[in-house]
């Protein structure tokens, strides 16, 4: 058993040093808070979210699980290979469309494959960047009125400091309560639901502390402008939403919220967009990601079946 977990354990490790910049991205280049403090907050907050508010999402993707350990296994290992190269190459990328793609592909070699639920889950990847983008546009509104009458630049920037830790302890919550089921959903049938949690939360933690400052500086400081109050509000907007879909249970994209995130806040403050290419590099990431999970999925089934004639 452990051995077809390991995956899982790549995939959380992918997923944690990609989505890391998700929560702490715009604070850290902004230098709002320290690299390593955001991770270490992160870390604790991603693990408590993946136990407490991890259950619906696990479900959902149990529900359109491959049929046996084997398969699971590969789906996961698939999805944690697209992470990784996505991560290298320091673009933010969705882990939600990873393993959907790998479990799809996996479906269609087996003939079943739970369209109902995948076309639920492709409607909220629509969804999630447009969420993303009201609550960080309604929240830099509604926000900035009290903010702005503040006029000691000292306590300014405590008021800033003090809401981008809870904030971001709050956006690693639904980020673990969200994303946990990218990793270990698949392997609920077999463990549990508390021990797919577990597993899957300490897995992302571990990302975000060894391996996620590339991906950080690419959402903090390459869509749009934003300030240090704009910046907070942007992970205040993400975190709603995707906190929102974890309530739900439907695992959705971090990296597509906050990107909406992002534009909407930049937008309310009357920011521009900084660098279209690479918006249009991450949006690329977003339809190449299932697809690239599914191809390599397809190629390690041939492989294991083909060559090394193991029977799935």
């Known amino acids: 058993m452990f051995f077809f977990l390991l995956p899982a354990v790549f995939f959380g490790w992918s997923l944690g040093a990609n989505d890391a910049a998700n929560i702490f991205g715009t604070a850290v280049s902004n230098r709002i808070i320290k690299y390593r403090t955001a991770t270490i907050i992160s870390a604790v907050f991603i693990v408590i979210g993946a136990l407490l508010g991890g259950a619906k999402g696990l479900e959902t993707i149990n529900s359109v699980s491959t049929s046996n350990l084997i398969l699971a296994s590969i789906s996961v290992l698939s999805a944690a290979i697209t992470m990784t190269l996505m991560t290298y190459l320091g673009v933010p990328v969705s882990s939600s469309q990873a393993i959907v793609g790998s479990i799809v592909a996996v479906g269609l070699l087996e003939g079943n494959v739970n369209w109902g639920i995948i076309s639920k889950l492709i409607l909220a990847w629509i969804g999630t960047p447009l969420g993303g983008m ?42 673990g309560a969200n994303n946990v ?132």
């Open 134 to 175: 009201f609550f960080g546009f309604l929240s830099y509104k509604l926000l900035s009125i009290p903010f702005n009458k503040i006029k000691s630049i000292y306590l300014r920037e405590k008021i800033i400091l003090i809401s981008t830790l809870i904030i971001g302890a709050y956006g690693s919550y639904s980020l």
């Open 181 to 312: 089921a990218n990793i270990t959903g698949v392997f609920v049938k077999y463990i549990g639901i508390q021990p797919a949690a577990l597993l899957g939360g300490i897995s992302i933690a571990l990302g975000v502390l060894t391996y996620s400052y590339k991906v950080m500086m690419t959402v903090g400081t390459q869509i749009i402008e934003l300030d240090y109050f704009s910046a907070a509000i942007a992970v205040l907007g993400e975190s709603i939403t995707v906190w929102i879909y974890a309530l739900l249970g439907i695992p959705v994209s971090t990296s597509q919220a906050i990107v909406g995130a992002v534009i909407g806040a930049g937008f309310a403050k009357g920011s521009k967009l900084v660098n279209k290419k690479v918006i249009l590099k991450i949006v690329s990431a977003w339809v190449n990601t299932p697809i690239s999970a599914g191809i390599i999925t397809f190629l390690i089934y041939l492989l294991l079946k083909g060559i090394f004639k193991i029977d799935i």
